[in-house]
């Protein structure tokens, strides 16, 4: 693990003990001088001369070796991925550390040199995403796209357009679909319409994708026409898609397609519903979601998904607890049992008060929740 270095801890240090010492050898050289007669101002000079040369030296090899460190450092993973790195990029060496790795062909640092820009948000983080958008390296290249995407640069519009016209396999030309939308908003449906009907389907839902996030009105309407009929389509492969682009999208007021597809005959319908519904999170999604639990083909992918909700289903859970929607018990318990997992105090708080539920196989599931979520007898809590 990396640890950084306290600054007010090494300046404290410097100047309690690092100038006392450079005082102390300073008198003791001026009294060795007096010591020996012989010795001149010119003497002193030419010692001045030879410590100026070597403290020189030594800074520039120290620099040296703290680019070379922090850049072996970085490249091997040395520094967390959840604690955030603090970086200074105004001091030089860092700075010359991080555009080593950008233009770098590996893409894995290419990835932590734009995250350590984007963090700082630093002026070079334009200049190299324009530059890495014309990377021969595919992976590179979409890793670009998506940071355009993400901060919206505009001025990257005519580079993304090249990108699209330029690139040769499906991942770039898909990222530049739906980062063209990013950057021109609500100009963005005369050059993305043409891929609505695309024959690929990783085309159609890059451009699905871009205008229902980022197209503005006329975008949107477009994309969501042709999403209705994807998701009312007779062919299965239609509705996947249809439920793989509303889980891309994220948006949670787009869940309506999504509450046919979780009822869907077809199980990879299902399935491709479910992932959706983890990403978008509306609370009316999860009497559906409860409802695919209890098939071993769906259970899975459910309790995955249900476990995303987190909070948001203890509304549900208090509701089907006190009668206000009814829910069969096994669907209940299976509410109370997941959100037991989620080490939160609201959830505890709740099961506590109907902790004499009347049905026992959801009584039992409260037990075994508040167990799970730290309940000692006491009536306290652990989260």
Same mark, same amino acid.
């Given at each position: 693990r990396f640890r950084r270095v306290d600054p007010v801890a090494v300046h404290t240090g410097v100047e309690g003990i690092g100038v006392s010492l450079a005082l102390g050898l300073t008198g003791v050289i001026l009294l060795i001088f007096q010591a020996i007669p012989a010795l001149t101002i010119f003497h002193l000079a030419l010692l001045t001369l030879f410590i100026t040369i070597l403290w020189t030296a030594s800074g520039f090899w120290v620099y040296r070796g703290y680019a070379a460190s922090l850049l072996t450092l970085l490249r091997t993973g040395a520094l967390q991925e959840d604690a955030p790195i603090d970086l200074n990029l105004d001091d030089p060496a860092a700075q010359s550390v991080v555009t080593r790795l950008v233009a770098g062909d590996k893409p894995h640092e290419v990835r932590l040199g734009l995250d350590l820009l984007q963090q700082a948000e630093h002026p070079l983080l334009t200049q190299n995403l324009l530059a890495l958008v014309a990377s021969p390296q595919p992976a590179i290249q979409v890793e670009a796209l998506q940071r355009i995407e993400q901060v919206r640069l505009k001025a990257a519009q005519p580079a993304v357009e090249k990108a699209l016209a330029t690139a040769t396999d499906e991942a770039t030309k898909a990222a530049a679909l739906r980062t063209l939308a990013a950057v021109a908003e609500a100009d963005a449906l005369p050059p993305l319409a043409p891929y609505l009907d695309h024959p690929s389907e990783t085309m159609r839902s890059a451009a699905l994708v871009g205008l229902l996030r980022n197209g503005g009105i006329p975008g949107i309407l477009a994309a969501g026409e042709r999403l209705l009929m994807l998701q009312q389509a007779p062919l299965p492969t239609a509705r996947q898609l249809a439920a793989q682009v509303i889980g891309a999208v994220g948006v949670q007021q787009f869940y309506q397609p999504l509450q046919a597809l979780l009822q869907d005959e077809v199980?990879?319908?299902?399935?491709?519903?479910?992932?959706?519904? *983890?990403? !978008? %999170?509306?609370?009316?999604?999860?009497?559906?979601?409860?409802?695919? !639990?209890?098939?071993?083909?769906?259970?899975?992918?459910?309790?995955?998904?249900?476990?995303?909700? *987190?909070?948001?289903?203890?509304?549900? *859970?208090?509701?089907?607890?006190?009668?206000?929607?009814?829910?069969?018990?096994?669907?209940?318990? %299976?509410?109370?049992?997941?959100?037991?997992?989620? %080490?939160?105090?609201?959830?505890?708080?709740?099961?506590?008060?109907?902790?004499?539920?009347?049905?026992?196989?959801?009584?039992?599931?409260?037990?075994?929740?508040?167990?799970?979520?730290g309940y000692r007898t006491t009536g306290t809590t652990t989260t």
């Open positions: 199980v990879t319908v299902r399935q491709a519903a479910i992932q959706a519904a *983890g990403q !978008v %999170r509306h609370p009316d999604l999860l009497p559906l979601l409860l409802a695919n !639990v209890d098939n071993p083909a769906t259970r899975s992918a459910t309790v995955l998904t249900l476990q995303r909700y *987190g909070e948001a289903m203890l509304p549900l *859970g208090g509701q089907a607890l006190t009668g206000q929607v009814a829910l069969p018990p096994e669907q209940v318990a %299976r509410l109370v049992q997941i959100s037991g997992q989620s %080490r939160s105090a609201k959830a505890a708080q709740l099961f506590w008060q109907h902790l004499d539920h009347p049905d026992r196989t959801v009584g039992y599931a409260i037990l075994i929740a508040l167990q799970s979520l």
